[in-house]
């Protein structure tokens, strides 16, 4: 038996707790014992409280005024405090403090560079997991996020030089000099990198250097929901309520759908049953996945990369409102697979009824996911790999 610390320190939503959660209980029906760091401990525990030992993960403190839109990964750390040698060194003596209390034999992390440092410093074995987004190639200097409209080098280079010159002060203070990051690349290296996405809808595009699984959060899991009735279009939708455009997309699909269901997870009951009518059920928590899918003619989602991809093994085309650049990136591999349609991020509301209906009769995007090379993937267990990890 071995110890396996899951950590989260960057990004945000539900997707890193439901993935690390349904890693963990895998593993601990291998035989393995897990505890939990995290950068937002509500969502693990609202699905796990009581099950599994959990700390809140050490956590740098953004500056007043981030760059808007990051060149690389090493601008996004420089906007996350990274560029500020004390706060580096504080984060770093807490997550040195949080291995020497569980005493890890893996630090398992989900965009998590500092827990991947922390291990480094530590001298502890680590495994990086999570979407391609969070887990970047590892190049010098590290590559652009908008590979259509990239920067020149140099400009590559500048947020890489300012947040290496820190965390390696950071690790000079703490007398870590000679186990410090020697490129800014070393900040997101670990011992195995395990991406939990597909090389086709990889934002960076398929790499060798990586292990591909696939999805990792279990489909079947969530609230059972059944189409009613042989009415078409059948459309799912997965929505964060707190969009602005949520309001509008909901009354979009009622007007076009001859039937519909939406997850809309953290919308409250009350609000679920009034926006709710004969033809569109609205649920305010995650849905199973595969019985719904098998007979949707059309998905509508934010573009995470998890709902991305079962919507592909089940050869459904889609149509992708992204709310961040991680998702407007995956978006961007689908519509040039053309499997889908989608709204970009600079793009004000509009009528999403035509927008919808135009997806609707397109008969190419229809036989592109029908055909995509996702079709009946069936994702490989991270749990069984990071196993093996922990077992050598």
Known sequence: MARALFAWELGGDLGHARRTLHMARELRALGHETAFTFLDLAPLGGEAAGEVEWFQAPVLQ?????????????????????????SVVGALRGWLSLFSLYKPDLVVADYAPGALMGARAAGIRSVAIGTGFSSPPIHDPMPALR??????????????????????????????????PSTAGDMFRAGSTLLCTWPEIDPFGPR????????????RAGAQAAWRTEERPRILAYLKPRDPRFLTLVESIRAIAGEAIIAAPGLSIDDAVKLSSPTLRIRGEALALPTLLATTDLCVC???????????????????????????????????????????????????????????????????????????????????????????
């Open 302 to 392: 934010h573009s995470g990369p998890g709902i991305v991809g079962r919507a592909l093994e089940a050869g459904v085309p889609l149509a992708l409102v992204p709310q961040q650049l991680e998702q407007s990136l995956v978006g961007r591999r689908v519509v040039s697979a053309g499997a889908g349609v989608m709204i970009a991020l600079n793009e004000g509301v509009q009528d999403f009824r035509v927008w919808m209906r135009d997806a609707l009769s397109q008969p190419d995007l229809r036989a592109a996911a029908a055909a995509s090379p996702l079709r009946g993937h069936k994702p490989v267990s991270a749990a069984r790999r990071i196993a093996r990890e922990l077992e050598a």
């Open 62 to 86: 953004g500056v007043a005024q981030p760059s808007a839109a990051p060149v690389n990964a090493s601008e996004i750390l420089l906007n996350r405090g990274y560029g500020d040698p004390a």
């Open 147 to 180: 590979s259509w409209n990239p920067p020149e080098e140099a400009a590559l280079r500048v947020p890489d030089s300012r947040v290496l010159s820190s965390v390696r002060e950071a690790f000079e203070r703490l007398d870590l000099h000679n186990r410090a």
């Open 208 to 219: 060798d250097e990586a292990e591909y699984l696939g999805p990792q959060d279990d489909p």
